[in-house]
């Protein structure tokens, strides 16, 4: 285990998605994201995802040499193509062009097609808070939950998040997976050769498990199930979970013309299609309706209120934290993954 400033840290990960063909652009949009990830202590979605975006690349399941474009503009909407390569450029782009065209239009939903794994749905949207606005995100990824009632996976985790920018401190920033944890969290157990709780994950044959690679092999449960499920399939399943990730899987597939989660090979698997997903952003100018100000102070109103309860923790809060700390002083890094970057 050694120590690294994150600055370092970022440029081994460029240099090793670049080895492996990712474009400049794509390299360090990539790189900066994983490092933040994981200076906020999000390791699922951090340097763990390094090797797996080095072996989409050299297996053509990631496309290095994508520069993404705006496809569609009209109005308040645009839609951005990431040409099957990695999503964050793409992403950055979305966003960017959101940002130009809600100065105008108020409101901007913006998507992202033909795109891949997105990490960490949130830091997307810093740039939004960043500029005085809400910012609320939506993304598929491949199968990993049936539908309510159902028996095989359809959707996948699809993860919701939005930011809301404060005065004189940090915004609030809401990330959820719509299964009970991120998948991620099943590949660094695996990986880690440790146990998951029961109630995260269904094997194959639909029985519940603490087997993290049994669980990959299976499917996720939806957030706001019971822990111990009985013997038959999906009881005690939350359908309060897959309806919200039907919702996402229509605003990112039907709607803006992504791959279905069911379409697209897992992340999990080094041989596969392009997985073709995709994410889509809302941008809200507060200035469009209550007012900058009259939002700036409603909200420091409602954070009040919350904070009046001993043991509140405003979302996001805890990560925020971590990062500044790990800015100031560096993170710790396994030797292997420095092994590996080092190739």
């Known amino acids: 285990m050694a120590r690294i400033h994150l600055a370092e840290l970022t440029a ?26 994981e200076a906020q202590g999000l390791g699922s979605h951090g340097l763990s995802r390094v090797a797996q975006y080095v072996t989409h690349l050299n297996n053509g399941r990631a496309n290095g040499a994508a520069i993404p474009f705006v496809l569609k503009r009209k109005g308040g909407s645009l839609l951005v193509d990431a040409q099957e390569g990695l999503a964050f450029p793409a992403c950055d782009l979305a966003i960017q062009e959101a940002l ?5 239009n108020g409101v901007t939903f913006a998507g992202v097609v033909r795109s891949h794994h997105c990490g960490v749905l ?6 939004v808070a960043e500029a005085g606005m809400v910012g609320i ?52 157990a695996a990986k880690a050769g440790s146990a998951i709780p029961e109630g995260w994950a269904l094997d194959a044959q639909g029985h519940p498990t603490t087997d993290p690679h049994a669980g990959l092999a ?54 596969g ?10 941008v809200i100018d507060p200035a469009a309706l209550a007012g900058q100000d009259q939002f700036l102070d409603r909200v420091e109103m409602l954070v009040a209120q ?14 925020e934290a971590l990062k500044l700390r790990a800015e100031a002083e560096g993170i710790d890094v396994a030797d292997a993954f420095l092994a590996d970057a080092h190739r």
């Open 12 to 37: 081994l990960v460029v240099a090793r998605l670049a080895q492996a063909g990712a474009n400049e652009a794509m390299a360090k949009s990539t790189a900066k994201a994983l490092v933040l990830a």
């Open 100 to 104: 130009q065209a809600t100065k105008t």
């Open 122 to 127: 949130v830091d997307h949207l810093r740039a």
């Open 137 to 188: 995100g939506f993304a598929n990824s491949p199968a990993a939950m049936p539908a309510a009632g159902g028996r095989h996976a359809i959707f996948g985790t699809n993860p919701i998040a939005a930011i809301f920018p404060r005065r004189g401190h940090a915004p609030l920033m809401i990330d959820l997976s719509l299964s009970q944890v991120a998948r991620g969290k099943l590949m660094v």
């Open 218 to 271: 299976g499917s996720m449960l939806p957030f706001g199930s019971q822990s111990g499920s009985q013997s038959g399939t999906q009881s005690g399943a939350s359908p309060k979970g897959a309806m919200l990730a039907l919702m996402v899987e229509l605003l990112v597939s039907a709607l803006i013309g992504a791959h279905f989660g069911y379409e697209a090979s897992s992340f999990f698997v080094d041989e």
């Open 273 to 282: 299609n392009r997985p073709g997903l995709g994410q889509a952003f809302m």
């Open 306 to 319: 919350m904070l009046q309860d001993e043991g509140v923790r405003l979302p996001g809060a805890r990560r």
